[in-house]
């Protein structure tokens, strides 16, 4: 498929060679699919699509507004995750998601800037829920100022089965205490580490990544 050899190409250019079975996170920063995509890889280079879901990952055209670095990111406790508080902005906006969701952190890293004379400058990439009431439902479009937005049902299923913690796992392994798991979480023996930003250049929306039912309705 096309986000296979994607995902093949990408991980060569970074000379990472997979040396067990694990989840990879795929997401494509086309403002024509904003989606993020499950795979479970093995060894041998064979891929196992899980499943899809809406994204949002930035848009650019105002003051600190990035567009989504790509690249291959380690998820690790050199960044450590969080949970989000559930505070509301000066706009109302939880920014973050509901009160518990995580705040997964890939730390701070090069993109280029959407506004003034661009350029580069950093940001602190993270992957995060967003407002259930407000923004949630533009999940699909760029919206986000560098970040990436996903789903609460995402973010929790991530969360749970430790999809990306397989660096957290060998933290606690060694007697550090990883302090952001739930106490109920049910660790996959797949976990992965590693999020993978592409841009696939479509220019036409695929089917399976339709348009947020919101922005639907405005047209």
């Not at 899980?50 to 507004?65: C, D, L, M, N, Y």
């Not at 291959?72 to 939880?94: C, F, M, Q």
Request: proline share 7%.
């Amino acid at each position: 498929s096309v986000y296979a050899d994607l995902l093949r190409k990408t991980l060569a250019a970074s000379n990472i060679n997979l040396e067990s079975r694990q989840f990879v996170l795929l997401v494509d920063a086309s403002n024509s699919v904003q989606a993020a995509m499950l795979f479970l890889i093995a060894p041998d280079g064979t891929f196992q699509w899980i499943g899809a879901s809406p994204v949002s990952t930035g848009k650019p055209g105002q003051r600190e507004h990035f567009k989504t670095p790509s690249g291959v990111y380690l998820h690790s406790p050199a960044n450590p995750d969080y949970r989000a508080e559930g505070t509301k902005n000066e706009l109302g906006i939880r920014g973050y998601g509901a009160k518990g969701m995580r705040v997964y952190d890939f730390g701070w890293q090069p993109a280029i800037r959407g506004w003034g004379k661009g350029g580069q400058g950093v940001i602190r990439l993270q992957v995060h829920a967003t407002d259930p009431d407000r923004l949630e439902r533009l999940l699909g479009v760029p919206h986000s100022k560098g970040c990436i937005r996903i789903p609460a049902t995402l973010n929790t299923f991530l969360d749970h089965y430790g999809i990306l913690d397989s660096e957290y796992d060998s933290e606690l392994k060694a007697g550090r205490a990883a302090r952001v798991f739930l106490p109920n979480r049910e660790p996959s023996p797949s976990a992965g580490k590693y999020l993978i930003v592409v841009d696939s250049e479509q220019l036409d929306r695929p089917a399976w990544s339709p348009l947020p039912a919101a922005l639907r309705k405005a047209q």
